[in-house]
């Protein structure tokens, strides 16, 4: 296997316009994969997937922040931190927006998320 086999493929993904986004945290699907657009305090957009950092649970929106009901972790609303438990976060994808579109970077392999 090559190096270059190894290396994990990371495909950028138009996730729409800007202004399609009216309000934040908004849920997207990327092909069978869901996710949180959201933005930080400093006004930086982050995806972040719905799969849950702990074992694989499913965050959902939940009241002022995002939880996972499996154990109860629950992860602020922008950059996707663990609030309640142990240093962790949420899967957390590059975001740039360019002439008003709105992209993502996600590793194609799951096993490179982190
Ligand atoms: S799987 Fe999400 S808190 Fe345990």
């Not at 849920?27 to 869901?34: A, G, M, Y």
């Not at 109860?72 to 609030?83: A, H, P, V």
């Not at 438990?85 to 008003?100: A, E, H, K, L, N």
């Amino acid at each position: 296997m090559s190096t270059a086999d190894q290396a994990s493929t990371i495909r950028e993904v138009d996730l729409g316009t800007e202004a399609s986004f009216e309000k934040l945290p908004a849920p997207v699907s990327v092909d069978q994969d869901e996710f949180f657009l959201t933005q930080d305090k400093g006004g930086a957009y982050h995806l972040l997937s719905t799969i849950c950092p702990h074992s694989w649970g499913t965050v959902i929106n939940w009241d002022t922040c995002f939880m996972c009901p499996d154990h109860g972790w629950r992860f602020e609303r922008g950059e996707g931190i663990c609030i309640n438990g142990p240093r962790s976060q949420m899967y957390s994808f590059t975001v740039t927006v360019r002439d008003g579109n709105v992209y993502a970077r996600i590793p194609e392999d799951k096993s490179q998320w982190a």
